[in-house]
């Protein structure tokens, strides 16, 4: 009679002790996922140690292998391996925990919810796809403001404050390379802020230099050296030596700008004395600017000779630029012209980066719009709102994008500017090489030309004879043909509007000042204006028109 409740209370006792048993596996799986992440943050190789396994009896049903798949990431990251192959895969990590909310905050706690999010920044950072990156750790700010430290979880809050700070740093380090340098500074500030509140010194150490860095780029050098003595400071506190001399080649770089020599070399001979091979460039290039204002040419020497060998494209090309110059000076003029040569072939090299960073630029803002394009209609179809804000958020990330370009624009002609003095002395030397034949030669192209006629022609008539846009078009496809490159040189000398690029289209063919104001219709005084203008933005220097007609000459 009692059998029966008897075996329902076995069977009850059994299902009890089954469900509490699968209990300790899940918690067993979570603890160890949990310490994979926490290990992943201090001690990377560890880490991987735990997490090479494949995950099977331990870590089983997908949420966990999906987990887990999540921290491969991370830790490949953080042991500074290629993450870019991961790419199809965090979106596919992105798509499950978003419809699974519940899990990464249930593993990883309060930090969980962003990573996803975080690390397709990373990779799509990687991939030189910096709107879609930025997007993405945007959403990872986001959804971190919404997330709150589950109880029990100790020092989670801490966790999340340095999970934030992270962030902010990686949008402030996306805005520094595409030039944007207000905003990265303001991301840096909140997180050197971060920083300060958990008294996470080596993040103070690297948020100040990154302050300092956008204040320099910013012109506003007193504020820069503030921060980078605030960074060299703690760098000495924390003996992070590499990092001292790191920051100390920056202060010495900022000085030079200031003319300040002996504070500059105090602060370069250590990075001299044990110099970073990430940092060689700088370095070398700042010791050489020393010793050049200190008349030690034969030590310039030396350092543009280690740049030669160990710089990178950039040291090399400044290098060759000025063992040019310093072989002139001496009067070796073969010396001078094989320097001039590298330093051109360098030089074009470089422009044609430049111009391939700009198109993968410009491919990163159209691949971003097409994939958050067909993401969100896949999500929601039917929910047309949310798609003219994607529209709206996508025009944005353009202009931002766009803004970005212009910056590094005006960013790379003032380089171009600020070497503009050396390159005259070249390109007058260029010039000189010409025999009068050649420049018989190229003056009978000219006159022997077409829109030289018309111009003639104009100039034979009474009052203004403005040319028209075709002529005008003309006489540049003309003078391009006869001086290759003739535009590129002078809009390597100085930024110039359509009005002045006319001038000295005028002025290369031989038309006299006196006539140029009748062929644009300015004023003889504006024409005049215009070339004492170009001369003193040029050389930054006062000079007389005549000497802006001379430099066009030689081009």
Request: proline share 3%; net charge positive.
């Amino acid at each position: 009679m009692n059998r029966k409740p008897t075996a329902y209370i076995l069977l009850l006792v059994a299902a009890c002790a089954l469900l509490a048993g699968c209990g300790r596996s899940v918690s067993d799986a979570d603890r160890l996922l949990a310490r994979i992440d926490s290990l992943a943050d201090v001690d990377p190789d560890s880490a991987d140690v735990l997490l090479k396994p494949t995950p099977s009896t331990s870590l089983k049903g997908r949420e966990k292998e999906e987990v887990a798949l999540l921290l491969r990431i991370k830790v490949d990251d953080k042991l500074y391996r290629p993450v870019t192959h991961y790419r199809d895969t965090i979106l596919q990590l992105v798509s499950y925990f978003e419809q699974h909310p519940k899990v990464l905050p249930s593993v990883l706690g309060s930090t969980g919810p962003a990573m996803p999010y975080l690390y397709a920044g990373r990779i799509f950072a990687d991939l030189g796809d910096a709107p879609q990156a930025l997007d993405y750790y945007q959403r990872a700010l986001d959804v971190q403001s919404t997330t709150h430290s589950p109880s029990g979880r100790v020092g989670d809050r801490s966790r999340l404050a340095m999970q934030r700070g992270l962030i902010l740093s990686q949008i402030g380090e996306q805005f520094f390379f595409q030039g944007l340098h207000e905003e990265a500074l303001h991301s840096f500030q909140e997180a050197n802020a971060i920083a300060e509140m958990i008294r996470d010194t080596l993040s103070m150490i690297f948020k100040n230099r990154d302050i300092a860095e956008q204040y320099k780029f910013m012109n506003e050098n007193d504020s820069s050296i503030i921060y980078y003595f605030k960074s060299l400071k703690l760098a000495e506190e924390f003996f992070a030596i590499e990092m001292c001399n790191d920051v100390k080649s920056q202060l010495a770089s900022l000085y030079i700008q200031k003319e300040m020599y002996d504070s500059a070399r105090i602060f370069i001979m250590p990075s001299l004395k044990a110099i970073d091979s990430a940092n060689i460039t700088a370095t070398y290039n700042i010791a050489s600017k020393i010793y050049r204002h200190e008349g030690y040419i034969d030590s310039a020497v030396i350092c543009y000779d280690k740049l030669l060998d160990l710089g990178n494209i950039y040291g090399r090309r400044n290098a060759h630029r000025e063992l040019s110059e310093i072989a002139m000076e001496r009067g070796n003029l073969k010396s001078a012209t094989a320097h001039f040569r590298q330093y051109k072939h360098l030089d074009d090299s470089i422009r044609k980066m430049d111009n391939a960073e700009t198109v993968a630029r410009m491919h990163a803002a159209y691949n971003y719009q097409k994939h958050e394009r067909e993401a969100h209609e896949l999500k929601a179809k039917n929910d047309r709102m949310r798609v003219y804000l994607l529209l709206l958020s996508s025009a944005v990330v353009v202009m931002l994008l766009l803004a970005g370009l212009v910056v590094l624009r005006r960013r790379y002609k003032r380089q171009l500017v600020q070497s503009s003095m050396g390159k005259t002395d070249l390109l007058r030397y260029s010039y000189e090489q010409k025999t009068e034949q050649q420049k018989l030669s190229e003056r009978e192209q000219v006159t022997g030309s077409t829109i030289y006629a018309a111009i003639q022609s104009h100039l034979g008539k009474a009052g203004d004879v403005p040319l028209s846009d075709d002529e005008w078009q003309q006489l540049h496809q003309t003078v391009n043909a006869v001086y290759p490159n003739f535009r590129e040189k002078l809009t390597s000398l100085t930024p110039m509007n359509n009005f002045e690029y006319q001038v000295c289209l005028l002025l290369k063919i031989g038309v006299k000042p006196s006539e140029i104001a009748s062929l644009t219709a300015h004023s003889r005084e504006s024409v005049t204006a215009s070339r004492r203008r170009l001369y003193e933005k040029a050389m930054k220097k006062s000079g007389k028109p005549s000497d802006w007609d001379a430099l066009v000459t030689i081009l």
